[in-house]
């Protein structure tokens, strides 16, 4: 174990002061992913990585930049990106070129970042392992035999390997906050409506949120501030009503430390966790910050996960009817009928956890399962967002863990999708109420990294951060690294 | 229902058709008339070449999303005020799932449970003229389909996504059209008030405006319904009225053959004037049916619901009615002129700069029509203003000019506009003024009678005859300029004195 201090705080510092180039940050990041065995990338695009580097470095030099500008960073590889392809970690979209950059890519574009190329993913980002990506599995940056979790497994990956201090990552029931946990990074799923969904391909879009996957919450905070904002293009786009995300962008995030009121289930939730040793003692040292715990009720976060599985199934299943082999996407070879261009095509070009989803959500939305499926589901959802509604009337924030164990060895949980599922246990219930929730490194269990998660009303991101900060401040977990081949280490 | 049949009713098929009844209901597509697509910023224009007016949304592309087009719910409303129903302050966009090619997403956004527009009506005239009150159930906005082309590229089928995402407003029925004459006069009420709100080109050889007839038929007095069949896409007002009299004698003929009606979906053929079958309808449509998530209901507040109600103008049935009784009308102008928005509107400030409503009626209905019909242009691009027109009219009235001359004088506006100052300059300019008795009528009449002394004789043995061809004589020689009327009159007192 080393530890590094490869934040984009001390890169940016580094930048501005000239002791290193953009186009040299590109470069070695470039050639950390070339060379990198965990299978993090599914594309890389050194040409325009340079020429955006070199467009940084000419308005860091006229002192024209933001704390972003001239920095490496990767995107998850379910943003549409005009100069590369977007897979969606599919045999669907092997070849798929978007004619449009998402909000989000153009976002950081704007503010200056450099894009080495898109990282792996569970296929349409359906998964908690990275095992279902056409590209081939991504290897635990601790452990190569275990998963990194998912679907954001290759960001989470890449930044935890110190390749990229920073990678975008997408969070439909924990997709960025596990990873992140496993890895020993931190991610942060925002407010649903925060971030733009344009672009973004989407898995199930009442509960897709895209988020930063970074080194440090402050860096989060920062990466949080460009990413999000109104836009026009996504119908469920919201405009901010503070102007918090302004003032970070201008200013910087510097924490203020109030004492907060934090949250803790009740009941025989936190015995189903493996780690509840290195949980007691994170929830400790947040407690000798100056902050309080009080045991909260969340009767319905039981049912989080089924409610989960038939909303975003059923979503899922329309939203990826598109992909019949029409007019993008892989189509099958000599299609005898209409009928069969649509079977094959769409047999042959998505994988086998895609598909089962397709199926239950097809099945959720019929008629006479509709309403015993969809409908109920829906008014659990519901309940589920009144609970959290009514905690958040007494506490400022709820500290949950961020998974029920440590990362898994690779095809352990291959023939047991239920078990897969139950991964989601603590990361869904946010996605749900479509509230902030944000995963921070906590320590280590057999080896392994753990997270703990901070979760928070509609907008308040702030405060999450806030929090995580101060416990970042005084420890080190989120700097602790594998002892591998990381860059840029004298940063 | 066990029903006793005479003789007579067993011998003639007429009588026997008497005995049943057709129930009808129209689903009637309403293309709206925005510039930009429902979901989408591409252009809504008809005619593009292929795939042109699309965009990432309508390609179905991965990570595009709706966005909805606020002109689109302008105009359903406008519509849903117009029929005087009940606006929904809450409507949901529900996505109708289907895979079909000219369908980029594999699933259509439409209104299922909560559509914008809830019940209204319109009133239709039937058979015997009277009026009578056809229900709508409910309006809603869903967008179009593409168009699959089948004889572009030999033994394959193309695609041209142009029409998708083209905003359509879906205006269903009541099942309370009873003829198929009735349904065609529906179908035309609701394209003449589309049209008249401005909502819709109406333009049926376009596509801009297609329904789907409900047709089912049952005993008469019998007060449940009939198993139903659906005629699908029907685009003109005498495919309706024939797509639906057939349907009904064929689901008589199988009734009274004994046979079964199946529910199904059918495809009116005007060239073999059948319907045929398309498919089973039963247990093959599930659609799926659940709230878009990527749209949020649409909410529309009292205020902005009675801005559009205040901004409608007035309707065709309260135009008709108002220029019957205002101005002492026929119902047959009253109609004739009501249809068509800018020509009411061309009618109504005729009307009021001239305030001869009945001369303005026949010449908006007659020679104005047939010259704007000639240049191919709508009232609206009239090349004589209400204004200039209603001084001609003024002048026809009072004598200044025959109407002859006025034609003549039209004419010549509408290629060289008049100053309204200028006109009485321009019509001395072309010698147009009517000649009176004191200019010299009667010198120019005793002068023809003069020229022509057969006819004369003639006249005064009483062949009146020969009257009308003595007074295109005068007409003749006055260019037009003569009142006829006098003409005449001095003519006859010319008689008598002989």
Redesign the interface.
């Known amino acids: 174990m080393t530890q590094t201090q490869y934040t984009i705080k001390a890169l940016t510092e580094a930048l501005s002061k000239g002791e290193v180039s953009s186009v040299e940050l590109t470069r070695e990041a470039l050639k950390a992913a070339r060379d990198d065995s965990n299978n993090c990338f599914i594309s890389l695009s050194e040409e325009h990585a340079l020429r955006q580097a070199q467009d940084a470095d000419l308005q860091i030099k006229q002192k024209a930049g933001c704390f972003l500008t001239g920095i490496p960073m990767a995107h998850k590889d379910i943003f549409c990106t005009k100069h590369s392809t977007t897979t969606c970690g599919s045999k669907m979209l092997k070849n798929f070129a978007a004619p449009y950059d998402a909000t989000v890519v153009k976002k950081l574009d704007d503010a200056g970042m450099v894009c080495i190329g898109k990282t792996n993913m569970d296929e349409f980002a359906m998964g908690s392992s990275n095992e279902s990506s056409f590209f081939g599995v991504v290897h635990h940056p601790w452990d190569f035999d275990y998963v990194p979790g998912g679907s954001s497994g290759g960001s989470a990956v890449a930044v935890a390997k110190g390749y990229v201090p920073f990678a975008t990552g997408t969070d439909t029931g924990g997709s960025i906050r596990q990873p992140s946990a496993f890895c020993g990074v931190t991610g942060l799923k925002p407010t649903y409506g925060s971030i733009s969904r344009f672009g973004m391909i989407a898995f199930a879009s009442s509960l897709d949120q895209a988020g930063p996957i970074g080194v440090s919450a402050l860096d989060v905070a920062h990466l949080f501030a460009f990413m999000s904002g109104f836009d026009k293009r996504d119908s469920t786009s919201a405009k901010r009503q503070d102007n918090w995300v302004d003032s970070v962008k201008s200013e910087g995030f510097t924490a203020q430390h109030t004492p907060k009121k934090i949250g803790l289930p009740s009941g025989p939730i936190l015995n189903m966790i493996s780690y509840q040793k290195e949980f007691e003692t994170a929830r400790r040292q947040i407690e000798s910050a100056g902050h309080s715990f009080i045991e909260v009720d969340l009767p319905n976060l039981e049912h989080s996960v089924p409610v989960y599985y038939v909303l975003a199934s059923a979503e899922a299943s329309t939203n990826l009817a598109r992909y019949d082999g029409v007019r993008f996407g892989h189509r099958c070879s000599e299609p005898k009928s209409i009928e069969d261009l649509y079977k094959r095509s769409r047999g042959e070009g998505f994988g086998e956890e895609v598909k089962r989803r397709i199926l239950t959500g097809t099945y959720t939305l019929s008629v006479g399962y509709f309403d015993d499926y969809y409908v109920k589901a829906q008014k659990i959802r519901r309940k589920i967002f009144d609970d959290f509604a009514a905690t958040f009337s007494k506490v400022d924030a709820i500290m949950l863990p961020t998974t029920p164990d440590t990362a898994f060895k690779l095809g352990s949980l291959d023939d047991d999708p239920v078990s897969m599922y139950q991964q989601d246990l603590f990361t869904v219930p946010a996605s749900l109420a479509g509230i902030p929730a944000l995963s921070i490194p906590c320590g280590f269990h057999n080896d392994l990294p753990v997270g703990l998660q901070l979760i928070g009303p509609a907008n308040s991101e702030k405060t999450i951060l806030e929090i995580a900060c101060e416990y970042q401040k005084n420890t080190s977990w989120h700097l602790t690294r594998p002892n591998s081949n990381y860059v840029l280490e004298r940063f | 229902m066990a029903s006793y049949k005479t003789e007579l009713e067993l011998r003639s098929g007429e009588i026997l058709k008497m005995a049943w009844e057709a129930v009808i209901g129209l689903e009637v597509h309403v293309q709206l008339a925005t510039s930009s697509k429902i979901f989408s910023g591409a252009s809504n224009e008809y005619g593009a070449p292929p795939n042109e007016n699309t965009c990432?949304i309508d390609?179905?592309?991965?990570?595009?999303?709706?966005?909805?087009n606020e002109k689109a719910v302008e105009m359903a409303v406008r519509f849903g005020c117009a029929i005087s129903a009940e606006i929904n302050e809450i409507s949901i966009f529900d996505?109708k799932?289907y895979?079909y090619?000219d369908l980029?997403?594999?699933?259509q956004i439409s209104q299922f449970e909560n559509p914008i527009v809830g019940k209204g009506s319109i009133t239709i005239e039937d058979e015997a003229g009277a009026k009578k009150i056809i229900g709508i159930t409910r309006a809603h906005l869903e967008e179009d389909a593409g168009k699959s082309v089948h004889d572009l590229v030999e033994d394959r089928?193309a695609?041209d996504l142009n029409r998708t995402g083209t905003p359509l407003l879906e205006i269903v029925s009541e099942p309370d059209i009873r003829s198929a004459q009735e349904a065609s006069e529906y179908f035309k009420q609701i394209h003449n008030l589309a049209k008249f709100i401005g909502i819709c080109d109406g333009n049926l050889a376009e596509g801009s405006m297609r329904c789907d007839a409900n047709v089912s038929v049952r005993q008469r007095g019998e007060s449940s319904l009939g198993e139903r069949t659906e005629i699908k896409n029907i685009n003109s007002f005498k495919f309706v009225e024939r797509a639906i009299e057939l349907e009904i004698e064929r689901q008589i003929d199988v009734l009274e053959d004994g046979g079964e009606i199946i529910r199904e979906t059918r495809l009116f053929d005007p060239d073999k004037d059948e319907t045929r079958s398309m498919r089973s309808k039963e247990l093959s449509d599930?659609y799926?049916y659940?709230p878009d998530?990527?749209?949020?209901p649409l909410v529309l507040s009292q205020a902005e619901i009675e801005k559009i109600r205040s901004e409608l103008p007035e309707l065709p049935q309260q135009r008709e009615r108002k220029y019957q009784t205002k101005f002492g009308l026929s119902s047959y102008d009253s109609k004739q002129l009501s249809v068509d928005r800018n020509k009411s509107d061309f009618f109504e400030k005729l009307t009021e700069a001239s305030r001869l409503p009945k001369l303005s009626a026949n010449w908006v209905n007659s020679n104005l029509s047939s010259l704007l019909n000639d240049k191919g242009l709508g009232f609206d691009q009239s090349p004589i203003s209400p204004s200039l027109l209603a001084e001609v009219l003024i002048r026809i009235d009072n004598g200044t000019i025959s109407s002859t001359s006025g034609k003549t004088l039209f004419r010549a506006f509408c290629e060289t506009p008049s100053e309204i100052s200028e006109i009485d300059d321009r019509i001395d300019e072309m010698g147009l003024r009517q000649i009176g008795g004191t200019d010299g009528l009667k010198d120019i009449v005793l002068e023809i009678l003069k020229e022509h002394p057969n006819q004369l004789a003639e006249l005064l043995d009483g062949k009146q005859k020969v009257l009308g061809f003595l007074v295109g004589q005068v007409m003749k020689k006055t260019n037009g300029t003569a009142n006829p009327k006098e003409v005449n009159e001095i003519i006859q007192n010319e008689i008598k004195k002989e």
């Open positions: 990432e390609l179905g592309l991965p990570g595009a999303l709706p966005v909805l996505r799932n895979f090619p980029p997403k594999g699933y089928t695609l599930d799926r659940f998530p990527d749209l949020l």
